[in-house]
């Protein structure tokens, strides 16, 4: 986590603070992402691009056509392959309305999560939320739902208008405290180069545990899997043990074999799937060596 309070008056364009990400940003790199937010933190003194943005997607409803925002709370501002830069609207919940737990999950208040990339934020609108700052080492999780996790607690700090906050991705986690009034962020999001290849995580800070997951690319995955273990056939499983045979992703790898296995179970399952199936058991390949595997239970180790 890297936390700034540039003293700067200058101000940049929308155009120009892109140009200065995509020449200055190895998006890889979490140095090269703290060094270059001045630059974000410059584009938060032009206080006319958001408005004029949103004038113009107000001009499109007035004709009656449709605006592209993400979700209510995020405003999409630019867009290429390696960055995009969002605007996150952070609003006050109406406190005794039916609908306050749906919104607190929307804006995510009270939930503490990672991010499977790095981004940087500043400050633009409204007092700023406060946020509560915890890192752990993604590395030595496995992802299990109730898998204990040795969280660090860093601290509380607020997004007031103008500081920045740089998070590191699948390192710092966070739990965002709803402002006490209206407030706005700018942020910019990277995109690791072989694309987001690690889960996101929601984590129980008082029993220091991962309690879920997020829509992650792999959460997503898995989810697919949960749901054709249940539906599925014997096809099903070949597709299962070819997943697990040429995944990169050592969850995938590990989540399709346990999918696998729910088949083996079944009396009927024709004998090839059986036999490939205990190959992975004998299997000493060193590119699945340390990605965990099942034990004949089906457990993973
Ligand atoms: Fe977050």
């Known amino acids: 986590m890297f936390i700034k309070d540039y003293n700067i008056d200058n101000s940049i364009s929308l155009e120009e603070c892109v140009k200065n990400i995509r020449e200055n940003v190895d998006p890889e790199d979490f140095g090269s992402i703290c060094d270059a937010s001045i630059y974000l933190r410059m584009l938060a003194n032009n206080r006319t691009f958001l408005y004029e943005k949103l004038s113009a997607e107000l001009f499109l409803l007035s004709k009656g056509e449709s605006v592209d925002l993400r979700t209510p709370q995020s405003i999409q501002v630019y867009d290429e392959d390696t960055f995009y830069i969002r605007a996150n609207i952070w609003p006050k919940i109406n406190r005794g309305q039916t609908v306050s737990g749906h919104e607190k999950n929307l804006f995510s208040y009270e939930m503490a999560h990672d991010h499977n990339f790095h981004f940087m934020t500043v400050g633009y609108f409204g007092p700023g939320y406060e946020t509560d700052i915890y890192n752990y080492d993604y590395n030595k999780c496995l992802g299990f739902h109730g898998e204990s996790i040795d969280l660090t607690y860093i601290g509380r700090e607020k997004l007031v208008p103008g500081r920045v906050f740089v998070y590191e991705g699948s390192k710092d986690v966070h739990i965002q405290r709803e402002p006490s009034s209206l407030s706005i962020s700018l942020n910019i999001l990277f995109n690791p180069k072989e694309g987001k290849q690690k889960q996101q995580y929601r984590f129980d800070v008082k029993n220091k545990i991962i309690s879920g997951s997020l829509n992650d690319e792999i ?25 697990a045979r040429n995944t990169n992703c050592g969850r995938t790898h590990v989540y399709a074999l346990r999918a696998a296995s729910t088949f083996m179970l079944n009396e009927n399952t024709n004998k090839h799937f059986r036999k490939e199936f205990s190959r992975f058991f ?14 004949e239970s089906g457990r993973l180790y």
């Open 219 to 243: 959460s997503c995955r898995l989810f697919i899997m949960d749901v054709l273990k249940e539906i599925g056939n014997e096809k099903t499983c070949e597709l299962l043990l070819d997943v």
């Open 282 to 295: 004998e299997d000493r390949d060193p590119v699945h060596a340390g990605r965990g595997s099942l034990d």
